[in-house]
């Protein structure tokens, strides 16, 4: 397999905890989590870091080998795809409800596939480690004893797992490549004309462009020069309602749908003016959003509608995608060539905007504005101090401000502290990161020890109170 970000696959029967892992892995709440069986159907991809190490997770829906429900038979269906497209796969068993067998169904399958498995006894807080003796019947390596809820074992779990995963191409995806040349992946769903931008950017078809869905199957790099830079452009195959993915050629893109997102400085994200903004492309976007990466809305196929269809997809663009008001929105059509040259521009200005500099002495002077304009709130009666900021990294940008009580900064002062200073530096397309770090306090911890003295004097007031 060619070197990318690692996958991991959870897998095992439904209510073992997958969605919970999943969820403790990215940090998120992506997943879906309750207390009974099948929750689960179709495959979720987020991405998690641990010690400094990126990797991709893959959670199921649970494999019921020997049920005949035909729902139950999609979500196994995603299950193997998710199984076949992972590095590394933790197959998950319930350590408290005991050895199923639904658990052997499934550890014979996994046992042919030839790929690293880690067996995990979940929900095992609490439990000597004998308790998951009578799973080393399933004959994979050593049962590990973790507790998704908890966090036990988890540690662990990832440097066993990680370090035998293949290494990314690029240790670190917040520095450009080494050949200096900006990354642009440009993803959508299937047929909204992601191979006809790129043809129509580089000016010739260099990249496979048919009427139909899912014509380009794997991520294309097409590297070309404009206006004094180096850039790639990164055709991806469309990323398809994850139900409808069956064809085993295309069983794959997903997985490089993201990796291209990791790897690129700027992101293209193409939707269909004339289809419809549905759950799949709120679910793409937010994902580009969370991993931080530069992004551009295009719509394309813009110069087909009339001017109540242009009034309604704003409208759908407003409604359905509001965490997106930092991203630039251009109006395009790529068959056509109009609106590209403003397109690519902004490409150029949110690239910008992700590897800004930010000086220090300014970021303190606008600061010092910001708090003269609306000062932080007081806090039982203590008013938030906040002392200087400067800059903690780059793509996407990010400022950390230190003071005192600043895990009581209100959300809403962040926002406006944070929208300071995107106004000021002129951000675009990029999310702002603004963490808040207190000063420690160097008398956290130490008892006030009393001299003679003051014992003396305090005896003599308490006497006094009590008379």
Same mark, same amino acid.
């Given at each position: ?183 642009? !992946?440009?993803? /959508? *769903?299937?047929? %909204? ?7 129509? #950017?580089?000016?010739? +078809? @260099? ?81 580009? !959003?969370?991993? /931080? *990466?530069?992004? %551009? ?7 087909? #509608?009339?001017?109540? +269809? @242009? ?157």
């Amino acid at each position: 397999m060619s070197s990318h970000l690692p996958v991991i696959a959870l897998v095992g029967r439904p209510n073992v905890g997958k969605s919970t892992l999943f969820n403790r892995f990215t940090g998120t709440r992506d997943a879906l989590v309750a207390d009974f069986a099948g929750l689960t159907r179709d495959r979720q991809y987020g991405f998690g870091k641990f010690e400094g190490r990126s990797f991709m997770v893959v959670d199921t829906g649970g494999l019921m080998p020997s049920s005949g429900d035909p729902l139950a038979g999609l979500a196994e269906s995603q299950a193997r795809i998710a199984i076949e497209e992972a590095d590394c796969v933790l197959f998950l068993v319930d350590i408290r409800a005991g050895l199923n067998p639904s658990d052997r169904e499934i550890a014979g399958y996994l046992r042919k596939l030839g790929k690293p498995v880690c067996l995990l006894a979940n929900k095992a807080e609490g439990l000597p480690r004998s308790a998951v003796g009578e799973f080393y019947e399933l004959g994979l390596d050593t049962p590990m004893p973790v507790s998704a809820v908890h966090g036990d074992g988890i540690q662990d779990l990832l440097r066993q797992i990680l370090p035998a995963a293949p290494e990314a191409e690029d240790a670190d995806p917040e520095e450009p490549p080494e050949d200096g040349s900006v990354y642009v !992946a440009i993803v /959508g *769903r299937p047929n %909204v004309g992601k191979s006809t931008l790129v043809n129509r #950017l580089i000016g010739e +078809e @260099r990249v496979l462009a048919a009427d139909m869905p899912g014509t380009t199957r794997d991520s294309i790099k097409v590297p070309f020069h404009y206006q004094g830079q180096d850039f790639v452009l990164i055709d991806t195959a469309g990323v398809r309602r994850r139900g409808k993915v069956s064809e085993t050629i295309e069983k794959f893109s997903i997985v490089k749908t993201l990796e291209a997102i990791e790897r690129a400085h700027v992101v293209i994200a193409v939707v269909d003016a004339q289809g419809d903004i549905g759950e799949q492309d709120a679910r793409l976007l937010g994902l580009i !959003a969370h991993r /931080g *990466r530069g992004m %551009v809305l295009a719509v394309n196929k813009w110069d087909g #509608l009339d001017e109540s +269809e @242009r009034k309604r997809i704003k409208t759908d663009v407003d409604f359905k995608l509001p965490f997106l008001d930092y991203v630039p929105v251009h109006h395009i059509s790529a068959k056509r060539g109009t609106g590209l040259a403003r397109l690519f521009a902004e490409v150029q200005k949110v690239r910008a905007s992700a590897f800004i500099e930010m000086p220090t002495p300014r970021l303190n002077q606008i600061l010092e504005k910001a708090m003269a304009r609306h000062a932080p709130p007081a806090i039982v009666g203590r008013r938030i101090k906040l002392r200087y900021v400067h800059q903690g990294g780059r793509n996407p940008p990010k400022i950390i401000i230190h003071g005192n009580q600043t895990e009581r900064v209100p959300v809403a002062y962040k926002r406006f502290l944070s929208n300071e200073f995107r106004r000021a530096f002129k951000l675009t397309g990029v999310p702002l990161e603004v963490a808040f770090k207190t000063g420690d306090n160097p008398f956290k911890g130490r008892k006030n020890v009393l001299t003679p003295r003051q014992i003396k004097k305090k005896k003599r007031m308490m006497e006094h109170f009590k008379d």
